[in-house]
């Protein structure tokens, strides 16, 4: 397991970024990086369980861990699911997705820190990443 680091320089303020990140229409949009289809099930708010997912039925049962708009979103990691199935191996347990915004003169910074990632995962989500913060990026500035 590996910790991830990324950040991008947004040109609009952080409560832009924050609303255009989870809004439903504009999260399918930056999140097809990783998988063409990605949605959400559930809520954001702080406790809540959310389910993202490829539309196919795989993806990762989650948990909001904090969730204070537009300053910072912590997302617990629960398991890995497959054909609408939980993992048990659950090696997810205890990894964390963790987004930061700040602000300054406009530009928003969006931090994101994972805390452990498999290793088998390493690669794909670096390249998903890039590409992902890179849309929300084009969709934010629009």
Not at 57 to 67: K, N, P, Q, V, Y
Not at 83 to 112: H, I, M
């Amino acid at each position: 397991m590996k910790p991830l680091h990324f950040s991008i320089e947004i040109n609009a303020p952080k409560a832009r970024v924050h609303q255009l990140m989870l809004a439903d229409k504009t999260y399918r949009e930056w999140t097809s990086a990783f998988a063409e289809g990605s949605c959400y099930q559930g809520s954001w708010d702080k406790g809540s369980q959310i389910l993202f997912g490829d539309g196919k039925g795989s993806g990762m049962s989650a948990r909001i861990a904090e969730h204070r708009p537009a300053e910072f979103l912590s997302i617990e990691m629960l398991s890995e699911v497959k054909d609408g199935v939980p993992d048990a191996k659950q090696q997810w347990q205890g990894a964390f997705e963790n987004y930061t915004y700040t602000e300054k003169s406009g530009v928003t910074t969006l931090r994101v820190d994972i805390t452990a990632m498999p290793d088998e995962y390493v690669d794909f989500m670096i390249d998903g990443w890039r590409k992902a913060l890179d849309k929300l990026k084009a969709i934010c500035e629009s």
